[in-house]
Nanobody
Framework: QVQLVESGGGLVQAGGSLRLSCAAS????????MGWFRQAPGKEREFVAAIKRSGDIVYANSVKGRFTVSRDNAKKMAYLEMNSLKQEDTAVYYC???????????????WGQGTQVTVSS
């Protein structure tokens, strides 16, 4: 059974940094695009960043220049390095895996359980 397990969330002051990790129990991990999404209270889940199957990296405009997504295929891990955090980054962050060439909310094959990130003023 495929599992994605996030870790690294927590409470941080504005301007601070956090690193999220996602451990995947997928045999063919390298064949999956890996993405990060987030959902704030009362809002829809939104795309944050992804490494596609092709290796291309994409970011939401709201996090470009502040967040860095990466992966380690040998360890079957995905990461989201978040710097210069803002209060509006507060949300539950989800790791996602997709066999699709694109990474978006509608073509995710597997979701993690989510990890809370709270940015205080």
């Amino acid at each position: 059974q495929v599992q994605l397990v996030e870790s690294g969330g927590g409470l941080v002051q504005a301007g601070g940094s956090l690193r999220l990790s996602c451990a995947a129990s997928i045999q063919t991990f390298s064949r999956y695009g890996m993405g990060w999404f987030r959902q704030a209270p009362g809002k829809e889940r939104e795309f944050v960043a992804a490494i596609k199957r092709s290796g291309d990296i994409v970011y939401a405009n709201s996090v470009k220049g502040r967040f860095t997504v990466s992966r380690d295929n040998a360890k079957k891990m995905a990461y989201l390095e978040m710097n210069s955090l803002k209060q509006e980054d507060t949300a539950v962050y989800y790791c996602a895996a997709t066999q699709s060439l694109l990474v978006n909310r509608n073509n995710v094959n597997y979701w993690g359980q989510g990890t809370q990130v709270t940015v205080s003023s």
